[in-house]
C-alpha cells in the first residue's frame, strides 16, 4: 500500500477562467462548467489577464472563455496581453473560446489570428459548451 503525501494537493477536474462583464453570462457559463472542475470568473480583460497570470504560479487554466466586447479593456486586447506573456515565458499557448454577440465574419478571423479555439456566438447554447468540452476530452470531475 502506497502512502500519499499529506502536503501534496490532489487536482482533481479541470480549471477554467471566464471573462465576461455581464452578470448573467459568467453565471451561465459557471453553471454549466463548475460539474467539470474550478471556475474563476473575472468581470473584464484586465481582471483576466491578472488572474491568468496569477494561475501560472499557481494551477494553469485549462480553458479561458474570453468575452469580446468588455469595458476597459476588451476580450481581444486581453488575449493578446496573454499571448504576449505566454511568449515572454516560453509557455505553450492557452486554450480559449472566444464568446460574443457580435456575429460578423472579421470577429471569427481576428480570433483565428490570435490562436483562439473556437469563436461562439451569444446566446451560448448548452449542447456547443458540452460539444466543445467533448472534443477537448474534459469530463465531468468524479
Do not use: W
Not at 21 to 45: F, Q, S, W
Request: hydrophobic content about 40%.
Amino acid at each position: 500500500m502506497s502512502q500519499i503525501n499529506s502536503t501534496e494537493k490532489v487536482q482533481t477536474g479541470s480549471r477554467f477562467l471566464i471573462a465576461d462583464d455581464n452578470m448573467v453570462n459568467r453565471t451561465l457559463l459557471n453553471h454549466l462548467l463548475k460539474p467539470y472542475g474550478e471556475c474563476i470568473c473575472a468581470v473584464d480583460g484586465l481582471e483576466a489577464v491578472d488572474q491568468f497570470k496569477r494561475s501560472t504560479t499557481e494551477r494553469p487554466f485549462d480553458l479561458i472563455f474570453m468575452d469580446v466586447m468588455m469595458p476597459e479593456f476588451d476580450g481581444f486586447a486581453a488575449l493578446g496581453a496573454i499571448r504576449d506573456f505566454e511568449s515572454e515565458k516560453n509557455t505553450a499557448p492557452s486554450k480559449v473560446v472566444m464568446v460574443s454577440a457580435l456575429k460578423g465574419q472579421d470577429q471569427v478571423e481576428r480570433s483565428k489570428e490570435f490562436g483562439a479555439l473556437q469563436y461562439l456566438h451569444k446566446p451560448l447554447r448548452e449542447s456547443d459548451i458540452f460539444d466543445l468540452l467533448s472534443e477537448l476530452g474534459i469530463s465531468k470531475r468524479d
